[in-house]
């Protein structure tokens, strides 16, 4: 089809169907590695990727910041009679970006999609409206949502947290909205559902109960699992950890303290880590520091996709740029065997001062841009074999004779001892780690040599 959109109006006029040009093309309208058709390892560049789309800074933020007002006038938010026609402009808006971007996932929390209403019910009832819009134009555009989720953070009434909320009232209310979002989800065929915990955590110890807190959340987390099952949602729960920003500290603060939190309280057969990369420079890790964790797990599951800024410590959601970065990170997911259910969700928004009409487009191409090149040296590491086989060596004393029978725990701390005492003591541990060595050989591949 060459109509790109479905509804009333065009919202990005003079912007088609974005193609694949090639590296040399000079068209900012282009992707000039991202092609999707093109077979990777044993897939199309598509599938192993699985971009999505944020509807929250797409199609919401309009550059309001703690020092400023919005920048970003969005054409269907303009004249619009009641909050619900601005809603539905913007669903058009985001069916008509998916489309002419070649993106068949998206990702949304409750509000970004439907107003708030004067009570729960109003909330519910126009949350199922713009669900049954929803349901229409992913049937007719082939688009598809990777998870959906609920915001219960921006409401003042959340300024003490949702699930870890000190009154009950609000754990109720954060209940009814998580509950109509788990229907929606499963309504729109999602893939996932996720919980981002961005008031689940303390400002003061002063004033928190931290064990009642932590066994409160995972007390909502559980039943939230126990009605979607019931509802018959088959896929995966996502926890997405940050470790501050808006709360001093959060409960979910990194990978391995999710894993650790899932685990104590059981949760760890439904839930699964959706790691952003911009929340692990947060927490003082790589990105790929937090795949890898996830990996090990066996939790690993879905991505935000996106950067924050080396030179301060905010949650600054750029469009990921570094090829060394995301090629870092798919080199970890393709070993952790690529995506599932998941998928590459941007979270990302663009500056407050790009406020032309083809910035938002820009930005989501440079950002796919870069996962494909960085897919392409992750499968040229894995294919050229080098470092992975270095990797391997650097344990093979594991694989056979005494290593292996420690490896597999048939050995105790006096056998182990006795080896060492008697083992050549002096010939070992010098081993070199070859860092340098790999790191130039990850370089060669980034120039695709
Ligand atoms: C905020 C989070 C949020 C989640 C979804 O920092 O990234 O946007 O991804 O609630
Ligand atoms: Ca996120
Ligand atoms: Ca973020």
């Not at 060394?324 to 001062?353: H, P, T, V, W």
């Not at 344990?395 to 056979?400: L, R």
């Not at 050549?424 to 790191?439: A, V």
Request: hydrophobic letters at 35%; a neutral charge; proline letters at 4%.
């Amino acid at each position: 089809m060459d109509n790109y959109y479905l509804g009333k109006k065009e919202y990005f006029p003079k912007i088609g169907k974005i193609k694949y040009e090639g590296p040399k093309s000079k068209n900012p309208l282009a992707f000039k590695f991202y092609n999707p058709e093109k077979k990777v390892g044993k897939k199309k560049m598509k599938d192993h990727l699985r971009f999505a789309i944020a509807y929250w800074h797409s199609f919401c933020a309009d550059g309001v910041d703690p020092f400023g007002a919005a920048t970003m006038a969005h054409p269907w938010n303009q004249g619009v009679k009641s909050p619900m026609e601005g809603a539905e402009n913007k669903m058009d808006a985001a069916f008509e970006f998916f489309t002419k971007l070649g993106v068949d996932l998206y990702c949304f929390h409750d509000r970004d999609m439907a107003p708030e209403g004067e009570s729960p019910a109003e909330s519910e009832k126009n949350l199922f409206t713009m669900v049954a819009k929803a349901k229409k134009l992913q049937k007719a555009t082939g688009v598809k949502l990777l998870w959906g989720t609920a915001n219960v953070f921006t409401n003042p009434r959340f300024m003490n947290g949702a699930a870890t909320n000190p009154e009950f009232g609000v754990v109720a209310l954060a209940a009814t909205q998580v509950k109509a979002a788990i229907d929606a989800t499963i309504e729109l065929g999602g893939a996932g559902y996720t919980f981002w915990g961005g008031r689940e955590g303390y400002m003061s110890l002063l004033n928190t109960d931290m064990k009642r807190e932590k066994d409160n959340l995972a007390r909502f987390l559980t039943m939230a699992r126990d009605y979607g099952r019931k509802q018959g949602f088959k896929g995966p729960f996502y926890i997405e950890p940050k470790p501050m920003e808006p709360t001093k500290h959060q409960y979910d603060y990194d990978t391995e303290t999710v894993i650790g939190f899932l685990r104590y309280y059981g949760l760890d057969k439904d839930f699964r880590l959706n790691i952003e990369a911009n929340h692990a420079e947060l927490a003082n890790h790589d990105f790929a520091h937090e795949l890898e964790c996830a990996a090990a797990a066996g939790l690993f599951g879905s991505v935000d996709a996106n950067r924050g800024d080396p030179r301060n410590g905010w949650d600054t959601d750029q469009f990921p740029m570094s090829y060394q970065e995301c090629a870092l990170a798919m080199y970890a997911i393709l070993r952790a065997g690529g995506f599932s259910s998941g998928g590459l969700n941007f979270d990302a928004k663009i500056r407050r001062n790009s406020v032309d009409n083809q910035d938002l487009f820009l930005g989501h191409i440079g950002g796919m841009d870069s996962f494909a090149v960085g897919l392409e040296v992750a499968q040229r590491i894995i294919d050229d074999g080098l470092i992975p086989a270095f990797t391997k060596k650097r344990y093979a004393s594991f694989n056979s004779g005494d290593g292996a029978r420690f490896a597999k725990g048939q050995m105790k701390l006096e056998e182990l001892a006795k080896i060492g005492s008697e083992g050549g003591y002096k010939k070992i541990g010098l081993s070199s780690g070859r860092q340098e060595y790999l790191e130039n050989i990850l370089n060669q591949y980034l120039l695709g040599l």
